[in-house]
């Protein structure tokens, strides 16, 4: 039996088309992108905008180009760089280079690793881009310096969260996509519990501890993009914000250093509320006086009437009717000539491979999805809310604008 390749992927002029995208797009970045030590989140929302269509244009390029049993290759290989990438954070690496160039004996050494297979891990992380490599020496870059735990946009947490959590989950993808496991996830399949009844016991604080680090990392790489490009002085003058489920409130430390005009009611749970407290005695008393700390639980009534809510990543832990009991909630505390803000990964057709990431991740480990904006309309809708406006920005996520109805 014959088996014919299909001879889309190697018809010229789609190869050509897709050439003369990328050139032009890496023209319109060429004045904003120097060198890998730029500051990435640098680029406006033009720039970053244009840096993403090249991405997807040299992946969608390579796979129009390559055979398929090397595209299927680097695919299925890509979780030998996750987990290279997590032994990395795991063992320091980042955090023993600090500014110098080691030899890899010196990195054995401090980190208390096998010279050899030390080598074979940061060579693929080189590879990507994440190191430098000089010979049998290496260094840090913009992208590895991210794995530092004093960097000020730290991504170890996160790295450590995906590479351990995510992949314990992931073993059991395919169990659960059957229509016998519907309403389980991957995670609860492996390891019996759902996802958040496993980091809320005692004996699991540290991983709790974990998680609440990577969401505070993802979120300071996106938080430019919800500081610098919504102009949140259309609120109006001395306005406070009730930010539900919060976190340690990093985004809001930086919004309130960026626009004067906005205090913040910060919710979470209790263990949540305590860590934020001591992330906000840190700074200046200035500062601290614009933001009040309230114990929490979303699925819970709110305790008083507002005029400005905001959600962020947080939507899409939850199932459709778990998300309307928190909307409804809001519904009945919002003032009717209030606005709701949801920050939020909003997903189309043309999403790009970081969303589609984060998408699984989310079926992964608690079964749910990120959005895309008509599914975000009808959720709304059910709860009482119309969605005015979706407000894209330089980072992944859109900021989702909602009135009551």
Known sequence: M??????????????????????????????SVSDLKQKHNAMNIDSRKALQSCWDGVDKLTSMLAPPQDVLTLIVGSCLESKALTAAADLGIAD??????????????LVDADPRKLQQILSLLANRCVFIQNGEKFANNSISSSLRSDHPQSMRDFVLHWGHDSYRGANRLAEAI???????????????????????????????????????????????????????????ENVTLVDIGCGVGAVELALCKRWPNLSFELQDLPSVIDDATKFWAKDDAELSSRVTFTPHDFFQPQGGRHRYFLIKQCLHNWSDADCLRILHHIRQAISEDGRFFAAEFVMTATSNRVKHMVDVNMLTLVNSLQRTEEQFKKLFYDAGFRIVDVHENRSAISIVEAIPV
């Open 178 to 236: 059957r229509l016998a496991n519907a309403s389980k996830s991957p995670w609860e399949l492996e390891m019996g519990k759902s996802f958040y009844e496993w980091i809320h016991q005692p004996e699991n604080a540290a991983l709790s501890t974990r998680v609440n680090g990577a969401m505070s990392n993802y979120s300071s790489g996106l938080q430019d993009g919800i500081v610098e490009d919504f102009d949140w002085s259309v609120l109006g």
């Open 2 to 31: 014959t088996i014919e390749t299909p001879a889309v992927a190697a018809e010229p002029a789609s190869v050509l088309s897709e050439i003369d995208k990328l050139i032009s797009t890496l023209q319109s970045i060429k004045t």
């Open 96 to 109: 023993a280079l600090k500014d110098s160039e080691l030899s890899i004996d010196e990195i054995a050494k």
